[in-house]
């Protein structure tokens, strides 16, 4: 309650948490649009492949012309201005910056990016859930024994999931289900990103006047976003995933706490302690209202009478018995919300989130019967779809992660809807992020994986 104050501090003493930032997408667009009014907050450098891009985001977000300095060396002065560069190391390894975020989506850069972090003394946040989904309690445990901060990103659906989660365990609650909701109909597993706009509901124009990325937004559509989700949210919380991945069972917000029970008491969850993404539409695509598409919700229990009967005197949402309880945000504000996870982890010493355990994994499923010698698109891609499981079951089945599965080469057929093997493709197994991934497996898993 205090993070403002905080930063006014480390504002009235000139010495702003320095941040440096690699990927210039619509998260770091939202951030430095309002980057620009928050006290205690410098942004000191972003990195991106196509620098082109750092300049349309500065310019999209309305900072003034030439406020960067193009660098492309680390010793090199900026003159006041912001370092630009399309090397994510150098930026990295600017002894100034107190915070770097990895906004890039991409798993395998993720894993890179937060181990060159730690071993240069930075704190990373997170935005690439894709990352921690693939080895984020790895990446965790190595900041925490170098006494840095490792963090999921506020303003994101895992991070005010968890936050959700941690308040009503600090109350004392059980938690019975935590998650978010979406878009979601069964067929859309298979949609690629030829037809994302359709599905999604997007102005084909618009989506290109505003450099949307119709991949990234196909992975949101195809359920494999959610899966990444709430695998950080599972692995941050030690809730469990419904063995058979989420069911995407449509829920108004006003049902959540009648809905998301376990079927023993009425509701459709596998067990207590369950992530799961529920759907704005119903099968046949009409609204569920009030949805909520863009939010996130905590169902909880007390077994005290008392509490029950406060449930019902202050006006909260429970189901038909009084018992269970939802708590739910209707919205998430992804990159404008970002600065609370930059004042938490700076000056609190603070994750927004972050996993200590490995309890799920999101493992690659066909999309289509997949030929021999076929080359997988991974996340979002026309291919395969990612699927939520226990983390358990992907390793005792040698299954595949998500994270892995763009680039590669298929040694054999594939069925449609059959979950993809590591000794079905072709990887380089002393890749970085490979090597990373099955360390992680051996750290957390009970089981060794064939190959390893």
Not at 263 to 270: F, H, S, T, Y
Not at 304 to 319: C, L, P, Q, R, V
Not at 346 to 361: I, Q, S
Request: with cysteine; glycine share 10%; aromatic share 8%.
């Amino acid at each position: 309650m205090n993070l403002h104050k905080l930063l006014l501090e480390r504002e009235e003493i000139d010495s702003p948490i320095r941040v440096g930032i690699i990927g210039a997408g619509k998260f770091t667009t939202m951030f430095l649009s309002q980057a620009l009014k928050t006290p205690g907050i410098q942004v000191f450098g972003v990195a991106d492949q196509e620098i082109s891009h750092i300049y349309k985001a500065f310019e999209r977000a309305n900072w003034p012309q030439n406020c960067y300095s193009t660098v492309r060396k680390a010793s090199g002065s900026n003159k006041g201005k912001i370092y630009v560069t399309d090397d994510p190391r150098l930026l990295i390894t600017l002894e100034q910056l107190d915070v770097v975020i990895d906004a890039t989506g991409d798993a395998v850069a993720g894993v890179s990016h937060a181990m060159t972090c730690i071993s240069n003394g930075k704190h990373i946040i997170m935005v690439n859930v894709e990352a921690d989904a693939l080895a984020g309690p790895l990446l965790s445990s190595r900041a925490l024994g170098s006494g840095l901060i490792y963090s999921l990103a506020y303003g994101d659906q895992p991070a005010l999931i968890i936050e959700q989660v941690d308040w009503a365990l600090a109350c004392g609650f059980d938690v019975v289900a935590a998650g978010k909701g979406t878009k979601y109909l069964p067929g859309y597993h298979y949609v690629s990103p030829e037809d994302v706009w359709k599905n999604y509901g997007i102005d084909e124009q618009y989506a290109e006047r505003s450099g949307l990325n119709p991949k990234m937004f196909n992975s949101f559509l195809d359920g494999t976003k959610s899966a990444i989700e709430m695998a950080a949210v599972s692995n941050a919380t030690g809730l469990k995933p419904n063995s058979d991945g989420l069911q995407f069972p449509p829920c108004s917000a006003n049902d959540l706490a009648e809905k998301l029970r376990p079927v023993g008491e009425g509701g459709v969850l596998n067990h207590e302690g369950q992530v799961e993404v529920v759907s704005s539409i119903e099968n046949d695509g009409s609204e569920v209202f009030p949805s909520l598409r863009w939010g996130v919700y905590v169902v909880f229990k007390t077994s005290n009478n008392y509490s029950a009967n406060s449930f019902k005197e202050y006006g909260i949402n429970t189901d038909s018995s009084g018992r269970y309880a939802a708590m739910y945000k209707p919205f998430h504000l992804i990159g404008l919300e970002l600065g609370i996870s930059i004042a938490n982890v700076v000056l609190r010493k603070e994750p927004t989130g972050a996993p200590h355990g490995f309890y799920a994994d999101v493992v690659t499923t066909a999309k289509r019967g997949l030929k021999e010698g076929e080359i997988l698109d991974g996340e979002g891609g026309a291919t395969v779809f990612g699927k939520l499981i226990p983390a358990q079951k992907s390793l005792k089945e040698g299954y595949l992660p998500i994270g892995l599965a763009s680039s590669i080469r298929l040694t054999r057929p594939i069925m449609k809807d059959e979950i993809i093997r590591w000794n079905d493709v072709e990887i380089n197994y002393d890749s970085k992020a490979v090597k990373t991934r099955r360390e992680m497996e051996h750290m957390f898993g009970d089981l060794s994986i064939k190959g390893s």
